[in-house]
């Protein structure tokens, strides 16, 4: 079966760290004058040539964006209904050896959040929790999706991967779209900061977009923690990738980039890499 994997395994990390930062301001008017952008031109554009272009490149972008989506910009709300974790992750406050009182949501508690969302006129929710797999697993999706679904027009959800049965189950209740984020492409970075737990799996992590497409999954959102491995801007290339990847393979589903960064604050795990705000 057909997955990512492959095609990550090709693309080699120090390269591509090496290329982007060999790129010159004439790649980058290339890459903006490009018609259909390319990993070529995004490496252009990721670079630290690009820097002088923000506002030609803003331009484009903003044109583009007016073009597909028009003046619009879409709210949702996340609705934490757990914070139990059976994982342990460096840069996460839900890791289980964290000392914090645990909850998840019955179903009275999620529906008087519900009612609460909607009294804010949000109309799109996006359920989120740790990842435990008997207390808050599909039993309890099963259960709850519905009972969301119907207080909303779409329902997306940030949780632990599932195999493709299962999001084809929870699509069936009414699940839109699904968020999950790779945290980082670099599989060393990755082992340094998921110390317990199934998220040590990276693989299984890489390949749920492609389980999320072949279950029929609508709308599929990508990221990286921004700053967790040293190179930002490898990171973002290899989002780019998969973003690629996903849309030539799977054009069904419709897709989203979010662009979380970690930024340096006292006692917690500090970037190893700063995007600023340019
Ligand atoms: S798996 Fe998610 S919720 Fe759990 S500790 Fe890691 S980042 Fe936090």
Redesign the pocket.
Known sequence: MTSFTPHWQRIQWDDVGMRIHSQTARDVERALAAENPGPAEMMALLSPAALPYLEPLAQRAQRLTRQRFGNAINFYLPLYLS?L?????T??????SNRIRRRTLDEQKILSECRAIRAKGIDNVLLV???HKSKVGIDYFRRYVPLVRQEFSSLMMEV?PLSQAKYAELKGLGLDGVLVYQ?TYHPPTYRHH?LR?Q?QDFVWRLETPDRLARAGIDKIGLGVLIGLSDNWRADCYMVARHLLYMRHTYWQSRYSLSFPRLRPCTGGVMPASLMDEA
């Open positions: 914070n974790c059976a994982n342990d992750c840069y996460c406050g839900f890791s289980m929790t740790g990842e632990q945290e998921h737990g998220k």
